[in-house]
């Protein structure tokens, strides 16, 4: 129960960071419906709930970037930080909430795959937007 109340809390704090921290688009089609592809449906994923902390350049220099005990990571440095190759089943675990990462220390990033789920049961939807963020956090790998 603990752990609902507080996803849900942090869910309502970042959602609350989104409103006025970027403007409100009206309500799109599916994303098959607007022929998008996975890599920007999970660009427009990133922008309404991961750039908040991450920055819209996924750097860790988000707007609420400051309010947390940690900074956030620099997404676009995993695949550098993993010998040249993207770590596509971590990112995905992390992003739903099952793997805890160390550099999130306690957990301040929310479990989207539950805040996800609150907002819309439909499990495949769910997966399909954890799998849509993790392809575009692939796209925006810094080449080195």
């Not at 609350?16 to 309500?27: N, V």
């Not at 769910?126 to 692939?138: A, P, S």
């Amino acid at each position: 129960m603990r752990r609902k109340n507080r996803v849900l809390s942090m869910l309502i704090l970042i959602l609350g960071c989104c409103s006025t921290a970027f403007p409100q688009e009206k309500p799109q089609p599916s994303n098959a419906a607007q022929g998008m592809t996975q890599e920007k449906a999970g660009q427009e994923v990133f922008r309404s709930f991961c750039a908040v902390c991450h920055g819209t350049d996924a750097k860790g220099n988000g707007p609420a970037a400051p309010g947390l005990k940690k900074h956030p990571t620099d997404l676009t440095q995993l695949s550098r930080k993993n010998s040249g190759k993207f770590p596509t089943k971590i990112v995905s675990s992390v992003i739903e909430g099952n793997d805890l990462v160390t550099d999130h220390g306690t957990r301040e990033m929310p479990m989207w795959g539950d805040a996800f789920r609150a907002m819309n049961g439909d499990q495949i939807m769910v997966q399909l937007k954890i799998h849509n963020l993790t392809v575009y956090i692939e796209s925006i790998q810094q080449k080195h």
